[in-house]
């Protein structure tokens, strides 16, 4: 006799081994210079990420980047288990004072389990619809604990 198990049963214990859904709570990032960056930490690169995981909201904010020629910054929700692929959430520049933002609605995400915002460096064009290699500043979602703050 074979036993089998059910896809609801199969998706909750591959879910609580590799990473929980993002639920419905607000997260934010802080995004920092880490390993992989395109510029010298000490330039003071830095930026905030909101992702409100209902409306699939997220808004990146950054200062202190350097200005790219010919290539644009783009952000990622990233991380999670194996059949979460990483998904573009904008691309953009900063203005000569390294101040940036972009901010996309994605629809419901609250079933997906990424876990990390990261900018990424890309060609512009960019004829590859996947992250670049070259990371920027990057951070771990939290979730936000006062949403109205």
Not at 63 to 71: D, R, V
Not at 89 to 113: A, H, M, P, Y
């Amino acid at each position: 006799m074979t036993k089998s198990i059910s896809t609801a049963s199969f998706v909750a214990l591959f879910a609580a081994a590799c990473g929980s859904p993002l639920g419905t709570d607000p997260y934010t990032a802080s995004l920092i210079c880490g390993d992989g960056c395109n510029h010298d930490p000490s330039a003071g690169g830095m930026g905030t990420a909101f992702v409100d995981p209902v409306t699939g909201q997220v808004e990146i904010e950054v200062s202190g980047l350097p200005q790219l020629e010919g290539e644009v910054y783009e952000g990622w929700l990233a991380g999670g288990y194996v059949f979460n692929s990483p998904i573009a959430t904008g691309r953009f520049n900063v203005d000569e004072n390294g101040d940036g933002s972009s901010s996309i609605f994605l629809g419901d995400i609250t079933e997906q389990t990424w876990d990390t915002v990261v900018l990424t460096v890309e060609p512009d064009p960019d004829p590859d619809p996947g992250p670049d290699p070259r990371h920027s500043i990057g951070g771990p979602l939290e979730v936000l604990l006062d949403p109205g703050s």
